[in-house]
């Protein structure tokens, strides 16, 4: 009996030695290997009378139990030093820089796109297109501008033949005509784009986009007109309140036209959307001409509706404090950095516009 | 349209402020692009006392002067008149002014080492008198209690300048814009003051409109003048004209001028004495010619509308006048001219012969063919007045009694088009100050529409005169309504949106360049597409229409280059163009990479930039956006501008025959011709519009999902293939032999070189092979094991590696 406890407090006292785990492992082979110490009390029991058997069975499972949990902890023991001293040599210098990341940029005039589609979704319109040349009676002759009328002059055109029939969009415009000859009424459509006049100067470049709006169903008047882009105005710029005025304007294929100003000042040589004495020129937009109905074989007895056209770059300026048209169009790689957004930013209605 | 608001109120009788007055332009359609000083300039020239005058340092003739102009600190000019000394009262200009005699604008500027800050004027300098040896000299009791302020007393006017829409024609004269301003209520419309012109005897110079097709004149109405005097206008008169920006010549020329601007009636007034016999108003022939009053000579088609006389043509009627007739300083007779041309016929001509005059811009827009005689009447007046003589009769000749047009207008179209009601008499006071004669008849107005109106035609355009005028802010903002009638995006659309994201999240900026391009880097990826001009091109390196997005991808690249980026990474989506009809384009993204992956990098290898980058990215991007790895087909044909041996497409199956996308290295011979320096240069395209819709949408595609837990055994193969050999094929071979088994098949080795034969490579193949149903026993994986190897060594002649 005694002996037991004698080699239970000899291992005790030898596995609190600074050991490693092959000495731990041969501890624990001489205690409960095949000839092990513990082991060998085991093989004895048999030849003990039964009473004392019982007391001393009890006792050596005990010791066996401490002892093995003692062979156990050790173990663990060891392991979580040898874990932690190979950490500190396998320390790395983590501000090293990381691997490359390659982050995209979306450009402004497509995110701008996006968003001006994102609002107009809200309220009920969908996305149309219209393909960037166009000839001479969609552009000009289906809108209500004649061959004869000065407000071709408006449009610096580029054309792609002598006699001028095919020629690149001047506005986008002519998708209003495609979209009506198409389909039947009501529509309700907006149709974003590429648009080309020979231009070219600090306000102006040879291409440009543009965003058309259309309206039309039995009894849509110019008091829709005004909510529609009083809305979307507010949205874009992301404002509570704007200062918006409607000042008659003429445009062959609208009648009664307006063109729309927002209010603006100037604070801290930046531009502020939405409030001060000063006006901008943002949009063109009417009520759709019963000629242009009429071209498209829509009755204008019964159906009326507006139309609009925005200034897709120029919104991008305004919004984002970008001063130089021309360079939306030079792929200038520091530029696109910087106006540039990231891919995954894409602007919808639930998680808002922009971030 | 530029005027005076002094001007204005000839014809307007108001009590509103001129700001008020401007305001309410714009509120009725008029837009005012400005609204400034006639000449503020003057307003730069201040009365300045000369505190101290010393000597220059370093020149004899000069002086520093500290001159006093009436602020807190005196400034420095520098002064070489030699009466420029202490207590002299004169006239200061600072910088920025300029000096009225050569329109030099002052600086700040250095002179001889010393700074002066503006300068002290002569009298000559000031256009006062031709005194230039010294600088003015002010009279000390006239002058010395108005030290700092202007010099010039002059009222300074203002301007107003309106940018008149095509549609307006009646406000390209001043009376056109007050009667739109009395009808917005800004005040009373002043009669014209009808002086009863004395007339003697006839016009006696015949005058004849040809009946022909195409005559471009229906009224040609004329009066003679004789015996005047022609010379210098009055000072009204000058200022007036040049008040508008315009330069005064003389009285007579002058005074049609001021009639135009004042009535927007042009007129042309013809030396009578040059006109030989008779005035012929007709047709061109082709081939004829004239000298016109800018001093060109024009060569005529056939059609035109001009004025001749015996001899020949005298001018193109509402276009330009001719110097055989022009009016001269000595003209003594005169014919003044007051027609009505034809807008289309004046718009014909005038761009055919690149002509464009102050004449021509109205006469398109359309003239008031009632303003005729009114016309002759103000001008003859003033031409008596100014340069005496006698007026003749007036010759009206006619082939249009040009009537007024009448529209029946139903009242209730205003408020369904505006959603607004005005009162029915409110709306017949509008049109009637408009000049609109009104009859009311139950629920409509019988409308005759005003002469100087050609742009009132429909009803519609009734509803916006009285909108405009009644005001656009009485227009009610109505919340929008959400009805949905369509998706907002179409399959094709949210695609393009999802590839132009998921293309850029691979590092890619985006760009937009133009549509257009120079075609001489054109020819290098145009392949066999349409070469398409523009006839007219901004300038001549962008001339054509692009054929592919790498046109300008490359040029861009290379700008950025040479800026000093290196590793670059750009893409485009939008149109190449196949043809030059409607329609005929693709929409494409094409994208560029140059340089190097990981330069200088502390833990990776750098490497150029190669053809597996842009295949990940290409092959990634479609993925992305739905369409199935495993049906992708690879074959090694490209366009020419790809590298032949290093540049693939990519086809949705492989039984199509359009490729979807193509990716590689760009052809070096291009890279050279671009003169681009870079490591590497590789590329790809995704023609959106090959791009098949996924027919089953994203709910539907997601079967049942099945695994299995069985166990996964690996096996690995080398086999030795024909170098042109392709992977794909044998991926294919393996991956059909046992479809249930065969779960992933990764090729993990291409060897050439010792031990295999010249023309021969090794693709050493990790194959996983797994069963859903059992734990496969080794007899199965051997099983399997050899059915690869046959099936592969049959199908490919490749040999298993031992």
Known sequence: MSDIKKIKDEYLNKLDNDLNIESVNQIKTQLFGKNGQISNFFKTLGSLPTDDRK???????????????KINSKLREIETKEINSKLVNEKVDVTLPEREINQGKIHPVSQVIDEISSIFSEIGFSVEEGPDIENEHYNFTALNTPDNHPARDMHDTFYLDNNKELLLRTHTSPVQVRTMLNGKPPFKIIAPGRTYRSDSDQTHSPMFHQVEGLHIDKNINMGHLKGCLNYFIKSFFEVDKIKMRFRPSHFPFTEPSAEVDIGYEIKDGKIVIGEGDKWLEILGCGMVHPNVLKNVKVNPDKYQGYAFGIGIDRLGMLKYGINDLRAFFETDYRWLNHFGFDPLDVPSNYRGLSR | MKFTIDWLKEHLDTKIQDNGLVEKL?????????YENLNSNLDNFKVAKIITAEQHPNADRLRICDVDIGQENTVKVVCGAPNAKKDLLTVYAGPGSIIPKNNIKLTVSKIRGVTSYGMLCSESELNLSDESEG???????????KIGENFFKNKSEKVVDLSITPNRPDCLGVRGIARDLAAAGAGKLKKISNKNIKKNGSQTIKVSITKEKNQGCTVFGSCLITDVTNKESPKWLK????????KPISAIVDITNYVMLDLNRPLHAYDADKIDQEIIVRNSKKGETFQALDNKEYKLGDDMCVISDKSGVLGLGGVIGGTRTGTEINTKNILLESAYFIPRSIRKTSKLLNIDTDAKFRFERGIDPGSIELGLSKAAELISEICGGKISNFDIQKTDKHEKNKIKFNVSLFEKITGFKVDDNEIIKILTDLGFEVSKKKLELDLKIPTWRPDIIQPIDIVEEIVRIKGYNNIETLEPEKTKIKD????????????????????????VTWSFTDSKINNLFKENLKEIKIVNPISSDLDVLRNSIFTNLTFYLKKNLDRGFKDISLFEIGPIFKNSKPGEQLTVIGAIKSGKVSRLNWNEKERPVDVFDVKKDVIQTLVEAGYERKSLFIRDKSPS?????????????????EPVAYFGDIHP?????????????????????????????????????????????????AFIVDKNFKAQDLIEIISSVDQNLIRSIKIFDIYEGENIPDDKKSIAINVIIQSSEKTLEDSDLEKINKLIISTVETKSGAKIRS
């Open chain 1, 55 to 69: 007391t001393f069975a009890s006792e050596l499972n005990s010791i066996k139990d401490e002892l093995q949990e």
């Open chain 2, 26 to 34: 714009t509120d009725i359609g008029l837009e005012v692009e400005s």
């Open chain 2, 239 to 246: 200022e007036k004209i040049i008040s508008l920006g315009q």
């Open chain 2, 135 to 145: 600088i003015t000299e002010l009279k000390t009791t006239n002058y010395s209690d």
């Open chain 2, 488 to 511: 907002t995006l179409n399959k094709q659309q949210k695609l393009f949106h999802f590839l132009q994201r998921s293309v850029a999240s691979k590092g890619y900026f985006e760009t």
């Open chain 2, 669 to 717: 011979n291009i890279v050279k011709k671009l003169d681009i320096k870079t490591e590497g240069l590789v590329g790809f395209e995704i023609y959106l519009d090959h791009l098949k819709e996924n027919k089953i949408k994203l709910k539907d595609q997601k079967p049942n999902f099945e695994y299995s837990d069985y166990q996964k055994s690996e096996r690995d193969f």
């Open chain 2, 641 to 657: 501008y790809y590298h032949p041996g290093k540049a693939g497409s990519v086809y949705l199956d492989k039984d199509d025959i």
